[in-house]
Nanobody, 112 residues
Framework: QVQLVESGGGLVQAGGSLRLSCTTS????????MGWSRQAPGKEREFVAA????????SYADSVKGRFTISRDNAKNTVYLQMNSLKPEDTAVYYC?????WGQGTQVTVSS
């Protein structure tokens, strides 16, 4: 069993920045590809970003490319999502995930 706990969400004005963190339990963090997804009110959950086990490869949704950066620290069992130039349409609950495991989510609200 892997537990994931997100933090760092909040309310920010358009154009601002936030950094989300996701810390996992267990000793197998480095064996998982890690990802972030989000779900806005009334919409389906959508992929945001993913990072390979060693951190050398990343992928992003087109909607966040150039604004968001995913990174990881395997020594700290933590994955990050740096979000810059935030837009109101980025408002959503953001979830960290690894394989079949998901966190509870953290709310990000971007005001216009």
């Amino acid at each position: 069993q892997v537990q994931l706990v997100e933090s760092g969400g909040g309310l920010v004005q358009a154009g601002g920045s936030l950094r989300l963190s996701c810390t996992t339990s267990g000793r197998t963090f480095s064996s998982y590809v890690m990802g972030w997804s989000r779900q806005a009110p009334g919409k389906e959950r959508e992929f945001v970003a993913a990072i390979s086990r060693g951190g050398g490869s990343t992928s992003y949704a087109d909607s966040v490319k150039g604004r968001f950066t995913i990174s990881r620290d395997n020594a700290k069992n933590t994955v990050y999502l740096q979000m810059n130039s935030l837009k109101p349409e980025d408002t959503a609950v953001y979830y960290c995930h690894a394989h079949v495991y998901w966190g509870q989510g953290t709310q990000v609200t971007v005001s216009s």
